[in-house]
């Protein structure tokens, strides 16, 4: 059974930072290109950034320079670092491991930013 399960949202000021992780299990990790993803109130889903397993990167222009995607192989986990935050980062964050046609998700971490 795959899982992917997300940790690290929460409520932050603007100009603060986040740490998301994604942590996978029934898959073998390395082989999949591993993405966040984004959801804003009331706006359909968005890329935010993804890593291959080649570990080439590739991010949204919204979150250019604030942003930075990791992953580490010998944990099966995915990271999003989040600096530089904005009200306009508002969303539940997604998780997301893909291999051709094949797509896992997780179930979401809401992040808030608001003062």
């Known amino acids: 059974q795959v899982q992917l399960v997300e940790s690290g949202g929460g409520l932050v000021q603007p100009g603060g930072s986040l740490r998301l992780s994604c942590v996978a299990s029934?898959?073998?990790?390395?082989?999949?290109?591993m993405g966040w993803y984004r959801q804003p109130p009331g706006k359909q889903r968005e890329l935010v950034a993804f890593?291959?397993?080649?570990?080439?990167?590739n991010y949204a222009d919204s979150v250019k320079g604030r942003f930075t995607i990791s992953r580490d192989n010998a944990k099966n986990t995915v990271f999003l670092q989040l600096n530089a935050l904005e009200p306009e980062d508002t969303a539940v964050y997604y998780c997301?491991?893909?291999?051709?046609?094949?797509?896992?998700w997780g179930q979401g971490t809401q992040v808030t930013v608001s003062s």
């Open positions: 997301n491991a893909r291999l051709g046609y094949i797509d896992f």
């Open positions: 890593i291959t397993s080649g570990g080439s990167t």
């Open positions: 029934g898959i073998i990790f390395s082989r999949y290109r």
